[in-house]
């Protein structure tokens, strides 16, 4: 295993790579897969992983009480834990203290070490977190010895919402941002990145592999991999984890692992990692792959949101996404996407309202005319 600086304000080497615990497997009944999820969180701390990460919603809360199972037996002396707030969930002053101590007791813990406020984004910051003086409990419970590390995860449109956050409380140590080739510019970025890091926070990646989508990328992408003269046994997962570990920016990245072979196959990579690791050969041949997505992309929407609600009801960001996926996936694959959303483009009744909130300047209701006719 590799290990790199979590910034400047906490004393700690992190492994390379961190153990994401919202993917655990399941078994054929539906339930999670309880003995192979601390089968495989174990072996990766006896490899090296010394990151483990959870949060209070994941696989409905059960994903905490595992994680807590598979650090006992000795586990977790050999690991930091983290865990994440429901600020989303917070409708009241005292809630956060309510959560941490429910969390604590599904973790069956006294301390977590890092703690993050999860999915910030304005609204919540301005309406929830500020609204109830949650950063001053924070503090509260650290001197309490309930947390250690104070951190928030991101996820808003751009990097401008970002740096208020960042700039908005002095005492953050650490943060979590999306981040992967194709998102250089979504949500924080890679500007958000860089910020965060230059003010020393550690910076977390979640999301390196875009919801597993770039593990199994389109066929005008894969050939770019097979093609390229350097290191071409590299796999698309490599690759695209290898992009973000060149940076010296990043501290660790978050793999959300659903299988031992997944879980051996990221050691794997992160054993082989460093920061600067990437010639400008191999530069090059991300950069092509990113252009070769970039006119894969019908329709440039970046999911930010803003064009909902939908009066009529149309899932704008989530057709588009379906729409989009037509040209990488077989239209087969696509249509079964569209085909599970509850409000498709056909219902789009060509008010406009949606228009005029898209920062992309998208034609949304002629785009779902040409939609509704596609699928
Ligand atoms: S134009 Fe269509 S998609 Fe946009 S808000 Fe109106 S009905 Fe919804
Ligand atoms: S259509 Fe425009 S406003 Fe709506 S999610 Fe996409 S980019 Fe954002």
Redesign the pocket.
């Known amino acids: 295993m590799e290990y790199r600086k979590f910034g400047s304000k906490v004393d700690y080497k992190v492994s390379a790579l961190g153990f994401g615990s919202m993917r655990f497997p399941y078994l054929p009944d539906g339930q999670v897969d309880e003995a192979e999820a601390i089968r495989m969180v174990r072996h990766a701390i006896d490899n090296g992983v010394n990151y483990v990460d959870t949060a209070y919603m994941y696989h409905n809360g059960l994903s905490e009480v595992i994680v807590g199972k598979a650090l006992k037996e000795g586990y977790r002396a050999k690991t930091k834990v983290a865990t994440k707030a429901p600020v989303f969930y917070m409708k009241k002053a005292d809630d956060f203290e309510i959560f941490l101590e429910e969390q604590l007791g599904r973790l069956d813990d006294h301390f977590i070490d890092f703690y993050l406020l999860h999915a910030l984004n304005k609204e919540r910051w301005e309406k929830i977190v500020l609204k109830y003086d949650v950063l001053k409990k924070m503090e509260r419970a650290k001197k309490e010895g309930k947390i250690g590390s104070i951190g928030f995860s991101y996820h808003d449109s751009d990097f401008t919402r970002f740096k208020e956050i960042i700039d908005g409380y002095d005492s953050w140590d650490f943060c979590q941002i999306q981040l992967n080739y194709l998102d250089m510019e979504n949500q924080a970025g890679v500007e958000g990145l860089r910020y965060a890091a230059s003010k020393g926070l550690g910076v977390i990646i979640m999301e390196p592999l875009l919801g597993g989508s770039l593990a199994n990328p389109p066929e005008a992408v894969e050939s770019i991999f097979e093609m390229a003269e350097v290191h071409s046994e590299r796999t698309p997962v490599e690759w695209a984890l290898d992009f973000l570990w060149d940076m010296p920016e990043v501290s660790l990245l978050l793999s959300g692992m659903s299988s031992m072979e997944q879980t051996k196959d990221n050691l794997l990579y992160a054993g082989r990692s460093k920061v600067n690791m990437l010639s400008e050969q191999e530069k090059a041949v991300i950069s092509r792959v990113q252009e070769t997505y970039k006119d894969l992309v019908l329709v440039?929407?970046?999911?930010?949101?803003?064009?909902?609600p939908c009066p009529f009801g149309v899932e704008?960001?989530q057709v588009?996404e379906a729409y989009n996926k037509s040209a990488s996936y077989t239209k087969g694959e696509a249509a079964s996407l569209y085909k599970n959303l509850t409000g498709k483009a056909d219902q789009c009744a060509v008010c406009r309202k949606?228009e005029k909130?898209?920062?992309?300047k998208?034609e949304?209701s002629s785009k779902m005319k040409e939609i509704a006719t596609f699928f």
């Open positions: 440039p929407c970046t999911k930010c949101q803003y064009c909902m704008i960001p588009f949606c909130m898209c920062p992309q998208i949304i």
